[in-house]
Each structure stands twice: as structure tokens, then as C-alpha cells.
């Protein structure tokens, strides 16, 4: 099965509202990061996180280590959040996981 | 500046063809990975170094070298590239591995027609 999972693949919010993206981890986990990839391709650094709570404007994120997962909090949104939202799995290992990611459309 | 580059950003290229993508970042980070992104895949790592000189193998490595020349610059090669090698490329920068934040470029768009 999958290691990192997200929920949900898919997401539509309008304009001003709240939401919250997962990532459940099936592996050893000591540090997330959170991407947006935005509709040209890049990818834009979210949050780096050990086991706690990052806030950065509209967006909170938490990472529970005990319970393997961890939460993307929309806060507000708006049209330019719009694109799709991966997570990573970092641990002492050689490289990090992603998830599938979940692709976020913001409307007017 | 971007600390993280990729060239180019877009290549079309045959069957067969030799390609090579690639990357350079002013962090000073020791490690480098090379990735592709397929839909409904996410990324999946390819190759990856520790410093300049190292190589060390990823999940998908079939089909691609790479070489680190520099702690600065790190490149993919395609060969004898295939259709199944089209796909969008990331190159990434941490200070060490695993657990560490990754620092991405731009990307790199291939098309192998």
C-alpha cells in the first residue's frame, strides 16, 4: 500500500472558505515538508516540519509523529492557492516520500 | 536568486536521442537528487549524490546516468532516450539526507517523441 497517503485526491473550495489536506504515514516519519505545485510546474516550499505546529499567513500546518500523519490547514481561501498539495516523509533513510498529492481548485 | 536552477526548461528529442538535463544550486548543500513526476505517480527519486564525484542510486534508475562534477552541479543523461523517459524533471538540494528540508528547481520538461 501506499506509504505517505493523502486525502483527498481532489478538493473545490470557493473563495473565503476553510479546509484541511492529509497525509497519513504507513512508515517511520520524523519530518514532513509540504509542497504547492502551482499550474507552470514549480514547486513551492510550504513547511518544513518536525513534530509540532508551523503557521504562515493563511496556512497552518501540524505534524503528529505518534500518530503518523499530518495537516495542511487552509485558512481564507483564495484563487492563488489554487493547485496541487504534496506531502513528504523524511526519516534517517537516503531519501524523503511523497504522496500522490491533492489538487485544489479555489473558485470566485 | 533562485538558489536551485534547471536548463533547460523544456526539451523535445527523439527516439534513441542523447540528452542532458542539467543542474546547478548556489546553497552549498552536499546532497543533490535528480526526479521525475509522472501523473499518478508524484516523484519518484532517480539518482542521487552526496558530493561531488558520488553517485548513488534511487528508486527508478533505469535508463539514466548522472554524474556530479561539482558540489555546485549536478546533470542526468538520457542516452538512448525512449518515450517512457517523457516526463517532468526535478532537480533538489539538501544540506544532508532523509530527514532534511529539499530545496527544488524549476523543473525540466522532456518530451521523447
Known amino acids: 500500500g501506499d506509504q505517505v497517503k493523502q486525502s483527498p485526491s481532489a478538493l473545490s473550495l470557493q473563495e473565503g472558505t476553510n479546509s484541511a489536506l492529509r497525509c497519513n504515514f504507513s512508515i517511520a516519519t520524523t519530518t514532513v515538508q509540504w509542497f504547492l505545485q502551482n499550474p507552470r510546474g514549480s514547486l513551492m516550499n510550504l513547511f518544513y516540519?518536525?513534530?509540532g505546529t508551523k503557521e504562515n499567513g493563511r496556512l497552518k500546518s501540524t505534524f503528529n509523529s505518534k500518530e503518523s500523519y499530518s495537516t495542511l490547514h487552509i485558512r481564507d481561501a483564495q484563487l492563488e492557492d489554487s493547485g496541487t498539495y504534496f506531502c513528504a516523509a523524511g526519516s534517517g533513510g537516503y531519501k524523503v516520500v511523497f504522496g500522490s498529492g491533492t489538487r485544489l481548485l479555489v473558485s470566485p | 536568486e533562485a538558489a536551485v536552477t534547471q536548463s533547460p526548461r523544456n526539451k523535445v528529442t527523439v527516439t534513441g536521442g542523447n540528452v542532458t538535463l542539467s543542474c546547478r544550486q548556489t546553497?552549498?548543500?552536499?546532497?543533490m537528487y535528480w526526479y521525475r513526476q509522472d501523473t499518478g505517480h508524484g516523484l519518484r527519486l532517480i539518482h542521487y549524490s552526496y558530493g561531488a564525484g558520488n553517485l548513488q542510486i534511487g528508486d527508478v534508475p533505469d535508463g539514466y546516468k548522472a554524474t556530479r562534477t561539482t558540489q555546485e552541479d549536478f546533470f542526468l543523461l538520457l542516452e538512448l532516450a525512449s518515450p517512457s523517459q517523457t516526463s517532468l524533471y526535478f532537480c533538489?538540494?539538501?544540506?544532508?539526507?532523509?530527514?532534511?528540508?529539499?530545496?527544488f528547481g524549476p523543473g525540466t520538461r522532456l518530451t521523447v517523441l
Open positions: 533538489a538540494s539538501s544540506d544532508g539526507t532523509g530527514g532534511y528540508e529539499q530545496y
Open positions: 516540519l518536525v513534530p
Open positions: 546553497n552549498s548543500h552536499n546532497y
